[in-house]
């Protein structure tokens, strides 16, 4: 690693080097590395790492893709860091006028804070990553400040070292930002109480700096950690791009008034490409219920789609050959929201333990994946093979669910490949019955009002 060189490469990374990448960032690097020409100024690994990262780039922060004045960190760095779209939300979750980014890493979810219009310290231990940090903020046009520390270091040094930093900040509402590592010791960690920094042993301290606290959690969290030594958090958002879960955040207010209660928030950004279409949410408190807010979309009509009576079952003969499926979105699952889900849209569960939902009515605005059933049957082997003969199937895509074989096993077991938009879906159904449903997933359009 080319650590100790990092402000020699700063000062040497020049118009040559940023041709050559510009050159050979769609090249196979084994050719290049055995008998391409490199600038001389710069290390080759450097160089290697520029090249390889700028793919990652590319769709994480495609805002910054384009600039080749900025120096992509390592990979490792690179990994853990907020994406574009994650650092768009977080920017505007809190209504404090200052934030201080605790763990600043790469530096993105700094630069959106900026955006923002947030006057932001950026905090590091690692004397690289502020370094190049420093610069691509400068890149950027980005003011803000740079802070080679560690927060236990920063928040010691209040009357010492970091003092006039400290005292700026008591005059404004200050948000403290932290992501603490989730690789610590070369091991992956998934809970607060094992990541760095831990948050449970400066949480006093933390208190007292800032007005608010907002934590970015691993998506294998459980949600019930959030609670730091008995302080709830008063928010806590799961989130989501194209239904993958990417950060679950938590937000601790400390001038809340008694017996707030705690909101969780399901929100999913759905993008095409690098733009955002659409970002819809679902708000949940125990005393107000749940809150859809869709006041951004409408649909696209389909002429297609017929609404019938919602929420009664079909008839015994019917055995559910007709209908809708709904797949609640992975952030709903993640806050345990599928009853309040169920019961806001009128669906009914199939089963305990599946949370997959029926309805005779189609939803334009469900959170989820929407599917149409075309046909359904107990999975009995011998009718699943005449079923795939006789419609000639070749690729169809297979999803188990709350079923005792795997996706996987069934691909196998059929000797399908996936493909299209028809599903095959196991599952269980009321009275424990193993059910096989062929569906066609839905492909949702909405315009922006």
């Known amino acids: 690693m080319y650590n100790n060189d990092i402000n020699d490469i700063i000062e040497n990374y020049n118009s040559e080097c940023i041709e050559f990448i510009r050159e050979h960032e769609e090249s196979a690097l084994e050719p290049l590395i055995l008998n391409g020409a490199w600038p001389s100024q710069v290390p080759k690994s450097f160089l290697i790492d520029q090249i390889k990262s700028r793919k990652k780039l590319r769709t994480k922060v495609p805002e910054w893709a384009n600039n080749y004045a900025i120096i992509v960190p390592p990979e490792q760095n690179l990994q853990q860091s907020s994406s574009q779209w994650t650092a768009m939300f977080k920017a505007d979750l809190s209504s404090c006028s200052v934030v201080l980014d605790a763990t600043g890493g790469m530096g993105v979810d700094s630069y959106f804070f900026s955006k923002a219009e947030k006057r932001v310290y950026y905090l590091d231990k690692n004397p690289m990553m502020c370094a190049i940090a420093g610069y691509n903020f400068k890149q950027l046009g980005a003011e803000i400040e740079v802070i080679n520390a560690s927060i236990e270091d920063f928040l010691a040094n209040n009357s010492g070292e970091f003092s006039e930093v400290h005292d700026a900040l008591m005059y404004e509402p200050l948000l403290v930002y932290v992501d603490p590592s989730r690789k610590v010791e070369n091991e992956k960690v998934y809970n607060l109480w094992d990541a760095e920094p831990r948050v449970y042993d400066i949480w006093d301290h933390l208190k007292l700096l800032s007005d608010q606290v907002l934590i970015k959690a691993s998506p294998m969290a459980n949600i019930e950690e959030s609670c730091i030594h008995n302080d709830r958090a008063a928010k806590i958002h799961a989130l989501s791009v194209n239904n993958d879960l990417k950060e679950l955040l938590y937000l601790y207010t400390f001038h809340y008034e008694e017996g707030q209660k705690q909101r969780l928030i399901a929100v999913n950004i759905q993008k095409n490409d690098n733009q955002i279409f659409f970002q819809s949410s679902i708000e949940y408190d125990e005393e107000n219920g749940l809150k859809v807010d869709n ?62 939902f029926y309805a005779n009515e189609h939803i334009w605005d469900f959170p989820g994946r929407v599917f149409t059933i075309v046909d359904g049957f107990p999975p009995n082997n011998k009718v699943v093979k005449k079923w795939l003969i006789r419609e000639r199937i070749q690729h169809i895509n297979i999803w188990a669910h709350n079923y005792p074989e795997s996706t996987t096993r069934l691909k196998k077991r059929f000797r399908i490949g996936d493909g299209g938009t028809r599903f095959m879906i196991f599952t269980k159904i009321q009275g424990n019955r193993h059910w096989l449903w062929i569906a066609d997933l839905e492909s949702k359009e909405y315009t922006k009002l």
């Not at 007709?322 to 609640?328: Q, R, V």
């Open 295 to 356: 006041s951004l979309l409408q649909p696209i009509p389909n002429p297609s789609i017929e609404a019938i009576e919602v929420g009664k079952l079909p008839k015994e003969e019917d055995e559910f050959k007709s209908g809708y499926l709904y797949d609640p979105w992975v952030v709903l699952k993640k806050l345990d929201l599928m009853k309040e889900v169920a019961k806001e849209y009128s669906l009914v569960s199939l089963h305990p333990s599946t949370h997959i």
